[in-house]
């Protein structure tokens, strides 16, 4: 896998995580009549975004049997 494979799947993971984290956050703000913390909820969705996609690339990477072919 090339770096910049890996460098677009994880801005893209970032972008999303925010986008859906700022959301889920204001709906259960709104649901719960609470102010939520908008700029923490972004940090932390990221963070688990990133893990999740790395994690996952590299679980998937190494049970790949066509790569021990080559």
Request: glycine share 8%; aromatic share 6%.
């Amino acid at each position: 896998m090339t770096y910049m494979n890996v460098l677009s799947r994880n801005i893209m993971a970032g972008i999303w995580a925010l986008i859906l984290g700022e959301v889920l956050a204001y709906i259960t703000g709104q649901l719960e009549g609470m102010t939520p913390d908008y700029t923490m909820v972004g940090i932390l969705a990221v963070v688990m975004a990133l893990i999740a996609v790395n994690a996952v690339t590299a679980i998937t990477e190494s049970a790949n049997p066509a790569k021990d072919n080559k």
